[in-house]
């Protein structure tokens, strides 16, 4: 089965800063990877996602990039804000193994 | 929300009792996904249903077993309740290329 490594596992940035998470996997027939911020209390949220025939994708303040000969992708979060405070995790399908998470802090 | 459900919010049990959540999943959606969320670590996957019947299974044991309705809403049981079974369990809704969450159950073993 799959396995997925998340780095790192607490990261503080200052507001404004950009925020950067790093997963890897080891299912080379993984081909679907999403991104989840899950705060307090709450259900996962999916916040992106890439698919193995792109290399990387952005919505407004946040990318995923992928690198497949690698096998290890990343979360990429521009001018943080404080509300983006939250755990992160990834996952690798096929069985949708997630990573252990990263606990990002932004500072006001 | 997504119109993701899950039943019931919170449940208490006791070691060796039987348990069942429920879940259902958003419109449209036809596969549902369990996972076990022990506190401050990630989702584990615990099996996958599709046209009623497991399609994958993580590493868990026989105690969770699963099931899917006609309707699509699915069922987690898990029996011999033990300590270690205390998390948030979570549900996936997944169709056309998205996954949703539901908002889990709570279940304490004591």
């Known amino acids: 089965g799959e396995n997925v490594e998340q780095h790192p596992s607490t990261l503080s940035v200052q507001e404004g800063d950009s925020a950067v998470i790093k997963c890897t996997y080891s299912d080379s027939a993984s081909n679907y990877f999403p991104w989840y911020k899950q705060e307090l209390g709450k259900r996962p949220q999916l916040i992106i996602d890439i698919r193995s025939n792109v290399g990387e994708k952005k919505d407004q303040r946040i990318a995923v990039t992928l690198n497949k000969t690698a096998k290890h992708f990343s979360l990429h979060i521009t001018e943080t804000q404080p509300e983006d405070s939250a755990v992160y995790f990834c996952a690798a399908s096929n069985d949708m193994r997630f990573g252990a998470g990263t606990r990002l802090t932004v500072k006001p | 929300d997504a119109g993701v459900t899950q039943s019931p919010t919170h449940l208490i049990k006791t070691r060796g009792q039987q348990v069942t959540l429920r879940c259902s999943p958003k419109?449209?959606?036809?596969?549902v996904s369990w996972y076990q969320q022990a506190l401050g670590q990630g989702p584990q996957f615990i099996f996958q249903?599709?046209?009623?019947?497991?399609?994958q299974r993580g590493n868990f044991p026989d105690r969770f077993s699963g099931h899917q309705f006609p309707n699509y809403s699915s069922e987690l049981n898990v029996n011999a309740l033990l300590l270690g079974d205390s998390a948030l369990y979570l549900c996936a809704s997944e169709g056309y290329n998205e996954q949703f969450f539901g908002p889990g159950t709570r279940l304490t073993v004591l």
């Open positions: 249903y599709y046209e009623e019947e497991e399609r």
């Open positions: 419109s449209g959606h036809d596969t």
